[in-house]
């Protein structure tokens, strides 16, 4: 695990109390395992997996899915995985640490028009130049 970056406003001691309190957080973090296709199956003929009367579908556009249950992983794992390049997928455990989900990003950087600017009727720009 990389230790974190110091910011000019922390003493040495912060960063080691900040270092030790993230992995506590993963020690305590609910794991949960990651299901990558990795078939070279089209998507039509494998594109989820039935496991005791469920169906698991993979995601469209990332190819996975995540299962909080450690024994069924491991079944999927030991059915379907395999050697490097012959296996249909791949089992990857990933720590749940709370409080650190991706939220993703919701600014909007965009808007329509200067106010000190002049526009024409179709919405262009009208330069100096041009007047």
């Given at each position: 695990m990389k230790r974190p970056k110091i910011a000019p406003a922390m003493t040495e001691k912060d960063v080691e109390q900040a270092f030790k309190e993230t992995a506590k957080q993963?020690?305590?973090a609910e794991k949960s395992y990651e299901i990558y296709k990795a078939s070279r199956k089209p998507w039509s003929q494998f594109?989820?997996?039935?496991?005791?009367?469920?169906?698991?579908?993979?995601?469209?556009?990332?190819n996975a899915l995540r299962v909080r249950d450690k024994k069924l992983a491991m079944d999927?794992?030991?059915?379907?995985?395999?050697?490097?390049g012959e296996a249909d997928v791949v089992v990857v455990e990933v720590?749940?640490?709370p409080g650190q989900s991706e939220?993703?990003?919701?600014y909007f950087f965009g808007f329509k028009?200067?106010?000190?600017?002049?526009?024409d009727e179709f919405g262009k720009r009208i330069t100096e130049d041009e007047e």
């Open positions: 993963r020690v305590k594109n989820a997996i039935d496991v005791d009367g469920r169906r698991l579908e993979f995601g469209k556009q990332t999927i794992k030991q059915t379907l995985g395999g050697k490097p720590d749940d640490v939220s993703g990003h919701r028009g200067a106010p000190w600017a002049k526009y």
